[in-house]
């Protein structure tokens, strides 16, 4: 327990752990997008792997338990993941100005600089879709457990669809910068390697855009209806 304590209080320790954070939701990210995807395949489809994640770990766990088990994780995750970013900026920002790592400010990218107020952005927004999809107080006509019924008419409205696709664009370019800080900060360092690590996160960043992207577009072009 020292040992992890004394590593939170490190800059090292803490940029470690946000890469960690961040690791668990590009992987939360991608499942939740290939899930998404299977709105394309129709109602039924859709609707049973909705079906599927609600009555995961039956009969052990309660319904919908696991499925809140992991919801609860994944914010616990979230929220340290922004107050590490919160605590490194702070760092940082205070080693500049002491004139140490000056090195640092030749690194910064456009998506680097807006880092902070990209998270903010991203965190009302999970809030809003939180409260939008899945508890459905924001939803028009919110039905529970009609997951396909409840995608089509939330995203059925042109300002809404808009503003989950501004909020993709943000969350892109936060990976844009933040896949590659990740790598970097788990020791992908190795000059055969460390070349991949841009392309690598712009692959990702565009993927996860377009495959989140696609599904209000599809809904307002009554593709997905």
């Known amino acids: ?14 940029k470690i752990l946000m890469a960690v954070t961040g690791f668990m939701w590009l992987g939360f990210l991608l499942g939740h997008m290939v899930g998404n995807l299977k709105a394309f395949q129709g109602a039924p489809m859709f ?13 052990i766990l309660p319904r919908t338990g696991f499925l809140w088990a992991f919801r609860a994780v994944m914010s616990t995750a979230f929220v340290a993941h922004l107050l590490l970013a919160w605590q490194t900026s702070r760092q940082s920002r205070a080693a500049r100005q002491s004139g140490y790592r000056k090195r640092e400010d030749l690194n910064f990218t456009f998506a680097s600089r807006w880092m902070r107020w990209g998270g903010v952005f991203i965190l009302i927004f999970v809030v809003f879709h939180v409260l939008h999809m899945t508890t459905g107080q924001l939803h028009p006509d919110f039905v529970e457990g009609g ?15 808009a ?3 501004l909020a993709m664009l943000v969350v892109a370019l936060h990976l ?6 990740m ?3 788990l020791g992908a360092n190795h000059p055969k ?3 991949l690590r841009r392309p690598l996160s712009t692959i990702v960043a565009i993927a996860i855009f377009l495959g989140f992207v ?8 009554g593709v997905v209806s």
């Open 193 to 195: 390697y460390a070349t």
């Open 147 to 161: 997951a396909y019924h409840n995608l089509v008419t939330g995203l059925g409205s042109p300002v809404v669809a």
């Open 214 to 221: 696609s599904i209000p577009v599809a809904v307002l072009a």
């Open 1 to 14: 327990m020292r040992r992890v304590v004394t590593l939170y209080r490190s800059s090292v320790g803490k």
């Open 163 to 165: 503003l989950y696709a």
């Open 47 to 59: 609707d049973e792997y909705a079906h599927h994640l609600r009555v995961l770990g039956e009969p």
């Open 183 to 185: 790598f970097q900060t």
């Open 176 to 181: 844009h910068h933040g896949v590659w800080s």
